[in-house]
């Protein structure tokens, strides 16, 4: 087993709860990584299946450190704040515990970050590959990467340049510590909260490769959201909260949504109007907007109620 004493240049993080089915797959494909200079920190959030057990079997003779933390359920996102804590690489790189890397992939990250002069590294925060599906196929939407290398930040390359979906990527360990999730328990808050604010911060890399893979499970949250949002509304409110408190330039389109979005969800979420409207950074926009908001709002509640009925019929 390799020493532990001295640190990597590289953390993978993974947050997981109850995946000891997936998991042996992320392992297998760490264990092929052509760049070896890594340990693999494992946050387990709560797990009842036996994760545990199969990590410290694995652990015995591990050619990179493994390093397992266990913390009563909490959510992924408290989870992934342990998980940073926890590194001790330069950098992160982040990966669910359902999902899995080609071999060359912390390679290509980490060229990416050495191709950067000292002092221009210091303005990013991560470099971002594609995700695919298991079949190969790219798992993103919308327009494709205008360039092979795209420097721009995680607002822009959905609202300017629309390239839309999962990425797989790294980050600087030193800016997600600067960037915490807010740690608020049993709420499930979205990836976008921390990522936007960095992108009010500092730059991103994007590459036009696949580095890693992605299976959306019936049982996780990609797929939870797809049927029923309004289970998530904390965490959209925030997330949309944090879109329209951006200090950057944005589109209209994009702020008006936002907008719209935010009085959704706060109304799911069960915030009081006078509340939302002392949380805005513009009265104005959100007295515009918020017919549409409520409509929104409305249209959910008669979904929900319609599924509601066709599950019954069933």
């Not at 494909?29 to 709560?46: A, K, P, T, Y």
């Not at 908001?293 to 599924?307: H, Q």
Request: with cysteine; net charge positive.
């Amino acid at each position: 087993m390799m020493s532990s004493s001295a640190a990597p240049e590289v953390s993978v993080i993974t947050a997981t709860y109850n995946r000891k089915k997936y998991l042996p797959r992320l392992r297998e494909s760490l264990l092929v990584q052509s760049f070896s200079d890594f340990e693999w920190v494992i946050v387990d959030d709560g797990s009842t299946d036996g994760t545990g057990e199969l990590i410290d079997r694995w652990r015995r003779d591990s050619p990179f450190p493994i390093r397992y933390f266990w913390q009563p359920n909490q959510g992924r996102h408290i989870a992934f704040n342990r998980g940073v804590e926890e590194a001790r690489g330069g950098y992160c790189a982040v990966i669910d515990s359902d999902d899995w890397y080609p071999p060359d992939a912390l390679a290509l990250m980490i060229q990416q970050w050495e191709s950067m002069s000292a002092e221009q590294r210091e303005r990013f925060a991560n470099v971002e590959g594609l995700a695919a599906y298991p079949d190969g196929t790219r798992a993103v939407s919308g327009r494709p990467m205008p360039q092979h290398v795209l420097d721009s930040d995680n607002f822009s390359i959905v609202a300017k340049h629309r390239v839309l979906g999962d990425k797989m990527g790294m980050y600087r360990t030193a800016v997600l510590r600067e960037f915490p999730f807010p740690p608020v328990a049993g709420e499930y808050v979205t990836e976008d909260v921390v990522f936007l604010q960095i992108a009010d911060r500092y730059s991103s890399r994007f590459v036009d490769e696949v580095w890693g893979f992605k299976e959306y499970l019936p049982s996780g949250i990609t797929e939870k959201v797809k049927s029923d949002a309004r289970l998530f509304a904390f965490g959209f409110r925030l997330a949309n909260k944090t879109l329209i408190s951006l200090k950057r330039r944005k589109p209209l389109t994009t702020v008006l949504k936002g907008y719209a979005n935010f009085t959704r969800y706060s109304l799911h979420d069960g915030v009081h109007v006078g509340t939302q409207l002392s949380e805005v950074p513009s009265a104005l926009l959100w007295f515009a907007t918020l017919p549409v908001g409520f409509g929104l709002y409305v249209r959910d509640l008669a979904r929900a109620k319609l599924r509601r009925g066709n599950i019954g019929v069933r």
